[in-house]
């Protein structure tokens, strides 16, 4: 490229020569690993992070709690050393997420399951314990519910006893996840999505169905639900204070949180690691790491910290993440997830 810069053109033919090198070497400019996404996942990944810099052989990756969508836009808007090389995920990638990757030269994408959640339905100790349904859910929560005349309307339901006088004479507070979560993309897909097929006006008023999916999806606006962030720490604040309201997160943060919240059954199954990993209790999900494969080689160790995360060590019967809340994947996933990393050893 310099051969062809002559007298004044000279320096910017150099600054332009130097951008371009730059640009080849600036993933090898970090010598950490960087981690960022899901909520949820965000306390395996820590662990794990603080026993792979405890061996010694590589910096303890730093790693960031930003959601799962807020952690799939940083992980696909590009490649080198100011994007991250890993993303956690409390749900799969969607397509529009790898169109984004692949826009930006992401496009060596590995997928590790590393184990299963499932989302629960919490309250305060000491506070009523409720069986709900996915369709009861549905009526607290849904932005929109059929009126008398059949037409959707605003949902008007204040209290849980409105929808059956079974439950508790209570007003409805539902303290969740915000649009960025993983955690609420999954409880919309398994509770809202699901339930919404039960009301056939829905059917009726929206016959395009991506059209019907988004208007299920919604969530209340009215003070019924409130985002409470990504923190699910704050979750379990406000539910201490408040033993009215109820919570929704997922099932590791009950499991350590199980002296102050309890988890409600839904339609009669409770969310216990047993009926989780059965699939007998009906909200759960996988969850995963996401592996940018463009850095490998030139950050250090991320193919040693995937390998990590499903080692015997971490997510074996006896492992330090399921001692932390993590349940298991059955032996054919576990399979699946450690071909996937030990794939890593040989990409570059």
Partial sequence: ????????????????????????????????????????????????????????????PLVESTGTGGGFKLFCAGVGETHP?????????????????????????VEIAIGYDGIVIANAKGGPAIDLTKKQLFMALARELPGKDGKLAANTIQKWSDIDAKLPAQTIEVYGPPP???????????????????????????????????????????????DAGEDDNLIIQKLVSNPNAVG???????????????????????????????????????????????HLGNIPGISEFANEMVGDAAIGAN???????????????????????????TAK
């Fill in 85 to 109: 090389d890993i993303n956690n995920a409390s749900r799969p990638i969607t397509d529009s997420e790898k169109t984004l990757c692949k826009q930006n030269g992401v496009e060596k994408i």
């Fill in 180 to 226: 960025t979560s993983g955690t609420r993309d999954a409880f919309v897909e398994l509770v809202m999505e699901e339930a919404c097929k039960e009301f056939p006006e829905f059917a009726t008023a929206i016959p395009d169905e991506k059209v019907r999916k988004k208007t299920c999806a919604l969530l209340r606006e009215d003070g019924r639900y409130i």
């Fill in 319 to 345: 492992g330090y993440l399921i001692s932390k809340g993590l349940l298991p994947l059955h032996a054919k996933d576990l399979t699946a997830a450690r071909a996937a990393a030990a794939s890593l050893k």
């Fill in 1 to 60: 490229m310099l051969n062809y810069c002559k007298n004044r053109l000279f320096m910017t033919c150099a600054l332009g020569a130097a951008f371009v090198f730059t640009s080849t070497v600036a993933a090898e400019a970090r010598d950490q690993i960087r981690a960022v996404g899901s909520s949820t996942v965000y306390p395996f990944t820590s662990a794990a992070a603080e026993q792979f810099g405890a061996e010694g052989k590589f910096k303890t």
């Fill in 248 to 294: 929704i997160f997922g099932y590791s943060f009950l499991e350590e949180n199980k002296a102050k919240v309890q988890g409600n059954k839904i339609g009669g199954i409770a969310p216990t690691m047993e009926n989780i990993e059965n699939q007998s209790y009906k909200i759960s999900r996988s969850l995963y790491v996401y592996v940018k494969g463009e």
